[in-house]
């Protein structure tokens, strides 16, 4: 089992930078898949960007390639998102994932088994 703690979010203005952390504790990190994912108020949750067990593979959703990174530490078991040109339609709770059972590198949120309680970003425009 690996217990995740997200950090970093808070209020910025439209065109500002955040980036958050996940913090990860438990069985050895790089054995796990690790995923961001963000629920807006009334929507449901969905894919931001994903990042394979070595890091080597990374994948983003449309709406923040280009503007979002993901990356991983894994002599520090962390995994980090840097979120730059930020806008309004990004306000929303983003949460941490980690994925044990995949061989692969999953977009889809059920492929996920663990999760983190979420860090609040607002966007303000």
């Known amino acids: 089992q690996v217990q995740l703690v997200e950090s970093g979010g808070g209020l910025v203005q439209a065109g500002s930078s955040l980036r958050l952390s996940c913090a990860a504790s438990g069985r050895t990190f790089s054995n796990y898949a690790m995923g961001w994912f963000r629920q807006a108020p009334g929507k449901e949750r969905e894919f931001v960007a994903a990042i394979s067990r070595s890091g080597g593979i990374r994948y983003y959703a449309d709406s923040v390639k280009g503007r979002f990174s993901i990356s991983r530490d894994n002599a520090k078991n962390t995994v980090s998102l840097q979120m730059n040109s930020l806008n309004p339609e990004d306000t929303a709770v983003y949460y941490c994932?980690?994925?044990?059972?995949?061989?692969?590198?999953?977009?889809?949120?059920?492929?996920?088994?663990?999760w983190g309680r979420g860090t609040q970003v607002t966007v303000s425009s």
């Open positions: 994932a980690a994925d044990s059972f995949s061989t692969g590198t999953p977009r889809d949120q059920y492929e996920y088994d663990y």
